[in-house]
């Protein structure tokens, strides 16, 4: 990753001086190992914090400006805290500021500010790398401004804000994840109490690769909402509307029973919905016990449950899980993020991983997309990598 520090000082040479305090920090990108596609406002997630990141870098300005540099594009933006909204045209720009707007809706005093930002999570591929820009924004903003804040108060802070300046209602599970993540452990969050247990990993010599299969996805929004709506349909239907009733009230019988009461698409997404819950808690039990088999046992059913039930899948990304299956030393694989393309995760063994990716190039000559492969590990959570001066270009 390039230095941050230094490319700082250099682009607002002019508003730093030898005194002037600037906030350097970093936040990590997110892997979904299973549950992504649960029930909304009550998921259950198999997640990890992933060793790509994104670096962000504030300080005062002299005048009331807030200025925004993208070092990896060379690209500036520029705006005032009274025209601080949203622009689709700022793009990158937007999760810094709304990191920003949340400050300023809780009455910490925001005058002019200098923003740099650089990272190496890969874009566009389900990484969390915007909920990263905005938990690296938002610890840096409160080193400078806010030092007393909390990390649950600060998580609020970025769910209001997400809300008020991008209209998304929802619990920030990203956020958490980037402030929650340990080294070398898997967490489960639960979204009913924003809770996050730890599970040490018990593997040895494996390494996560991420594969984009760079499939073209068109429509995802339109079909990701309509899996939405049939599995809000789904609880109502079961739960008779009841008030608070979750999927986790549910088990696979109760489904099989009200077969005739339920649509077939609709039973068929809230099945999924039911057993990825099972299957999340076996997964946890399994690599408690370190027992690598029934981990991998669920990560293939959750694959199999997403293509076959929520219909999230496609070929190409079958094809994927199917063939690195076919391979010695790897223990599981699965399709990752929104679906219909996108990325798989493969844990496979060190000396695997030169067949792994011999076999991609069977892949690029049956579909003819060349697949880009990102090794990744475990990673810590978000933090403040300098506070104060910066005389130099050490960070």
Same mark, same amino acid.
């Given at each position: 990753?390039?230095?941050?520090?230094?490319?700082?000082?250099?682009?607002?040479?002019?508003?730093?001086?030898?005194?002037?305090?600037?906030?350097?920090?970093?936040?990590?990108?997110?892997?979904?190992?299973?549950?992504?596609?649960?029930?909304?406002?009550?998921?259950?997630?198999?997640?990890?914090?992933?060793?790509?990141?994104?670096?962000?870098?504030?300080?005062?300005?002299?005048?009331?400006?807030?200025?925004?540099?993208?070092?990896?594009?060379?690209?500036?933006?520029?705006?005032?805290?009274?025209?601080?909204?949203?622009?689709?045209?700022?793009?990158?720009?937007?999760?810094?500021?709304?990191?920003? +707007?949340?400050?300023?809706?809780?009455?910490?005093?925001?005058?002019?500010?200098?923003?740099?930002?650089?990272?190496?999570?890969?874009?566009?591929?389900?990484?969390?790398?915007?909920?990263?820009?905005?938990?690296?924004?938002?610890?840096?903003?409160?080193?400078?401004?806010?030092?007393?804040?909390?990390?649950?108060?600060?998580?609020?802070?970025?769910?209001?804000?997400?809300?008020?300046?991008?209209?998304?209602?929802?619990?920030?599970?990203?956020?958490?994840?980037?402030?929650?993540?340990?080294?070398?452990?898997?967490?489960?969050?639960?979204?009913?109490?924003?809770?996050?247990? +730890?599970?040490?990993?018990?593997?040895?010599?494996?390494?996560?690769?991420?594969?984009?299969?760079?499939?073209?996805?068109?429509?995802?929004?339109?079909?990701?909402?309509?899996?939405?709506?049939?599995?809000?349909?789904?609880?109502?239907?079961?739960?008779?509307?009841?008030?608070?009733?979750?999927?986790?009230?549910?088990?696979?019988?109760?489904?099989?029973?009200?077969?005739?009461?339920?649509?077939?698409?609709?039973?068929?997404?809230?099945?999924?919905?039911?057993?990825?819950?099972?299957?999340?808690?076996?997964?946890?039990?399994?690599?408690?016990?370190?027992?690598?088999?029934?981990?991998?046992?669920?990560?293939?059913?959750?694959?199999?449950?997403?293509?076959?039930?929520?219909?999230?899948?496609?070929?190409?990304?079958?094809?994927?899980?199917?063939?690195?299956?076919?391979?010695?030393?790897?223990?599981?694989?699965?399709?990752?993020?929104?679906?219909?393309?996108?990325?798989?995760?493969?844990?496979?063994?060190?000396?695997?991983?030169?067949?792994?990716?011999?076999?991609?190039?069977?892949?690029?000559?049956?579909?003819?997309?060349?697949?880009?492969?990102?090794?990744?590990?475990?990673?810590?959570?978000?933090?403040?990598?300098?506070?104060?001066?910066?005389?130099?270009?050490?960070?």
């Amino acid at each position: 990753m390039k230095d941050i520090g230094s490319i700082h000082l250099k682009e607002y040479e002019a508003d730093i001086d030898g005194s002037e305090p600037v906030m350097i920090a970093e936040s990590p990108g997110r892997l979904h190992l299973m549950g992504e596609h649960g029930e909304p406002g009550a998921s259950l997630l198999l997640s990890t914090a992933i060793n790509r990141h994104v670096r962000v870098a504030i300080s005062h300005r002299k005048d009331s400006s807030l200025r925004f540099f993208a070092a990896d594009l060379g690209e500036r933006k520029r705006t005032t805290l009274i025209n601080l909204k949203y622009k689709r045209e700022d793009r990158w720009a937007n999760f810094i500021k709304m990191a920003i +707007h949340g400050f300023a809706e809780w009455g910490y005093p925001i005058k002019g500010l200098n923003c740099t930002l650089t990272g190496n999570i890969p874009q566009q591929v389900s990484l969390a790398s915007s909920s990263a820009i905005e938990v690296a924004s938002a610890l840096a903003l409160r080193a400078l401004i806010a030092p007393d804040l909390s990390d649950k108060e600060l998580l609020n802070l970025l769910s209001e804000a997400s809300f008020s300046f991008f209209g998304r209602n929802e619990h920030p599970l990203d956020h958490l994840i980037a402030l929650s993540s340990k080294q070398n452990h898997f967490l489960v969050v639960d979204e009913l109490d924003m809770s996050v247990r +730890h599970i040490p990993l018990p593997f040895k010599d494996y390494k996560i690769l991420i594969t984009d299969s760079r499939v073209p996805r068109f429509g995802v929004d339109t079909e990701l909402k309509q899996r939405n709506r049939d599995i809000r349909k789904g609880l109502e239907m079961l739960s008779h509307k009841r008030e608070g009733a979750t999927f986790r009230d549910y088990v696979t019988e109760d489904l099989m029973e009200s077969m005739g009461a339920l649509p077939e698409e609709i039973r068929r997404r809230s099945l999924h919905v039911v057993k990825e819950l099972r299957r999340i808690y076996d997964a946890e039990e399994a690599l408690k016990k370190s027992d690598l088999n029934s981990f991998a046992k669920a990560v293939y059913h959750s694959h199999e449950s997403l293509r076959d039930l929520l219909e999230v899948s496609c070929p190409e990304i079958d094809w994927l899980i199917k063939r690195s299956g076919e391979i010695n030393g790897v223990l599981c694989s699965r399709m990752t993020g929104q679906g219909f393309g996108g990325c798989t995760y493969t844990i496979i063994k060190t000396d695997a991983v030169d067949e792994y990716t011999r076999r991609l190039e069977d892949y690029e000559r049956i579909f003819g997309f060349k697949p880009i492969v990102h090794e990744v590990s475990e990673a810590g959570p978000a933090s403040l990598v300098h506070s104060g001066a910066l005389v130099s270009a050490t960070e």
